[in-house]
Each structure stands twice: as structure tokens, then as C-alpha cells.
């Protein structure tokens, strides 16, 4: 989702083995934007089994949704639809958000109700609009299950447990972020990653106030902002949102907590009117959207959504 709107250890001096080359010097161009780190260490045998729990369907009440179902790793870790359904069949009210590069964020929702991914999973668990579970129900469901038994005392040493569920979900979660993006490789130092354009777009993208709210790691994500603020922007509630993270923006549309904006250009103007009260040119607009597409990262070797 976008939302364009008006962060930083000491190290220790470790002197590497004889038999190790020392790492390579990371360019620090002093920008406001850091590139994705590698995905965090984690037990691999919990993050596999969180990976199968992620597109198993037991983990709603009546077995008809897995996470899959609205936060699709094989596009844009969201869905294409301006709002998912419930169980009910009924439109939730917020647009989702993507699972990717989410647990870089220092909230989580759009009203950054939840401080953890732990607690954000077991919510979604657990409300009525999304699985509509419980942790009893979800780990009695695995536990008859043979296979998915065995695989809970490899990975824990003891059968399914509703905390387990939770904590291999999020280990799977921590694992899906998408370094490798074009701009990213710009900030290591490759400058012919970006275009002449993709780079007048990220001047503007500071010059203009965008990087205020959007900035750090997860270009977003760590901040909450009221919307609206010069002239009326998509629904008036929540007044109040965390700011979204623009990784892989491209390729998360529609936009804007009601999803109302269909494309990234759209977004952008409107973005820009209602949170600095700026007209931008057809240039301006071309080259902002041209800036945005090189935050497009990898995930396991592809770029996410496929888009260049």
C-alpha cells in the first residue's frame, strides 16, 4: 500500500579468522533509505513447517481459508482485490497489507494495533473476520493428522501446540523479506542500477517531503500519520494509520487503506495533494511511479509480482 506523506550501534572491531576473507565494505551514501538485509537466522525446520501451515486451510474455523488467501507470496504477498472477504462473504473494511518485508515494520495492521508478529498472527487466528479459530480447535485439527504430528515433534519435540502453530507461522514470516530490488543494489553502490528518470524521481521523492513519513529499512513502517491533512484523502477512517511500507509497491495494487486508488500514478497525485498539498506536473508524476517500480525486491531468485 502507499501512503506519501510530510531512525538510526556501536560495533565491535572483530579481526576475521586466517582463513576468512574480511566482508566486503558496504558504500554508505548518507541517503534515508537502507537497503533489506538478508533474511534473519531461524530455525529452519520451525520455518518449513510455518511455511506449510501458511497454506493449510485447518487453520480456519470451517476449513475454508488458509493465510494464502489474502496474503499470496506467489504475487505481491497481499491480493489483487480492493478488499478481501470474511467468513461471512462480507468485505473487510481495510485493504490488506503485504506479508512481505512486514515483520521489518515496528507495527503491525494499519492501525498498528500489534507491537509483534506473534501477536498479529494469533489475532488474525482468532477473529471472527478473518480464520475465525482458536488455538484449542487449530492444534486439534493438526494433532489427528499423522503427518503434520510428526513434523510438530521434529521441529518442537512435542505434538501440536497452539503457541507452537504461532511461532512457526512467524518464523516463516521472518523469512520472507525482498532484498536484491534495483534501488537497493543503488544504494550498494551499483550506479548503473537506476535510470537517469528512476533517479530524478527519488530527488523529487525527497525534495517534495515524501522520505519524511517514508524512509528507513521498510520505506515506511515505522511511524503512524493522520491522512488528509491538506484536502481529503480515501475514507475518512481510520483517521489515524501506521504508515505503509512502499517495498514492492508496484506491484500492490489498488492503493490506499480503502483501496481506492487503482493504480501507482493515481495514488501518487493523490498522495501528493493531500499530504503536501502539491500538484504534481505529468513529469514529476511519470518520474516519482519510475522510482517507485526500482523498489521492486527478489523473493527466492524472481521479482515479486514478476514485474521488472
Known amino acids: 500500500m502507499i501512503a506519501i506523506c510530510a531512525v538510526l550501534l556501536c560495533c565491535l572491531e572483530v579481526t576475521p579468522a586466517p582463513s576468512q ?10 541517503e534515508p533509505i537502507t537497503p ?64 512481505f518485508n512486514s515483520t521489518l515494520s515496528f507495527r503491525f495492521s494499519w492501525e498498528g494495533k500489534f507491537r509483534t508478529v506473534e501477536a498479529d498472527i494469533k489475532a488474525s487466528l482468532e477473529s471472527r473476520h478473518t480464520m475465525g479459530s482458536s488455538a484449542a480447535e487449530i492444534s486439534a485439527k493438526l494433532d489427528a493428522d499423522p503427518d503434520m504430528r510428526d513434523r ?11 503457541r507452537d502453530v504461532v511461532d512457526a507461522l512467524a518464523s516463516y514470516q521472518r523469512t520472507l523479506l525482498t532484498p536484491g530490488g534495483r534501488f537497493d543494489r543503488w544504494l ?15 530527488r523529487l521523492f525527497k525534495s ?41 509497491v508496484a506491484t500492490t495494487a489498488p492503493y490506499f487503506h480503502d483501496g481506492s486508488a487503482p493504480t501507482l500514478e493515481d495514488a501518487v497525485r493523490k498522495m501528493a495533494l493531500a499530504q503536501l498539498n502539491a500538484t504534481l506536473t505529468d513529469r514529476q508524476a511519470r518520474a516519482l511511479v519510475a522510482f517507485l517500480n526500482s523498489l521492486t525486491g527478489t523473493w527466492r531468485g524472481a521479482p515479486v509480482g514478476g514485474s521488472p
Open 208 to 248: 517534495l517531503g515524501c522520505s519524511a513519513c517514508h524512509q528507513g529499512v521498510n520505506v515506511g513502517g515505522n511511524l503512524f500519520e493522520r491522512h488528509g491533512i491538506f484536502h481529503p484523502l480515501a475514507s475518512p477512517e481510520p483517521k489515524i494509520l501506521r504508515v505503509p511500507s512502499l517495498r514492492n
Open 188 to 202: 550498494e553502490g551499483d550506479d548503473a542500477a537506476l535510470s537517469a528518470e528512476e533517479l530524478d524521481g527519488y
Open 21 to 30: 576473507s574480511p566482508p566486503a565494505p558496504v558504500l554508505d551514501r548518507g
Open 152 to 162: 510438530f515433534v521434529v521441529a518442537y519435540g512435542r505434538r501440536p501446540d497452539g
Open 36 to 99: 533489506i538485509p538478508p533474511a534473519p537466522a531461524v530455525d529452519p525446520l520451525k520455518a518449513a513447517l510455518g511455511e506449510r501451515l501458511f497454506g493449510d486451510r485447518r487453520l480456519s474455523h470451517d476449513n475454508s481459508r488458509s493465510c494464502q488467501y489474502c496474503h499470496d507470496v506467489a504475487t505481491n504477498g497481499a491480493s489483487q482485490r480492493r478488499h478481501d472477504v470474511d467468513l461471512d462473504g462480507v468485505e473487510l473494511a481495510l485493504n490488506t497489507l503485504t506479508v
